[in-house]
């Protein structure tokens, strides 16, 4: 009997790049920047709705973003 060894497969998760997003505002419209990797919650600078929330890692988007390549 053969004792298969599992081999741990190195698997690099490539880590997510920081951006900057264009978020708009569910409420008002108004187009925030908003730093893909905040540490802070984001709050529309228009009518103080939450628009990201920090999670550790990727912000948590509370509406749609576009991405911002430079
Ligand atoms: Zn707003």
Not at 2 to 12: D, E, G, P, R, V
Not at 13 to 37: A, D, G, M, T, Y
Request: proline share 3%; charged share 30%; net charge positive.
């Amino acid at each position: 009997m053969t004792i298969k060894s599992n081999k741990k497969k190195h698997i690099l998760i490539p880590e997510p790049r920081s951006n900057f997003l264009s978020v708009k505002c569910k409420q008002c419209s108004k187009e925030n920047i908003v730093f893909s990797h905040t540490t802070i919650d984001i709050k529309c600078k228009s009518c103080n709705a939450i628009i990201a929330e920090r999670t550790g890692s990727r912000a948590k988007l509370f509406s749609e973003g576009i991405e911002i390549l430079d």
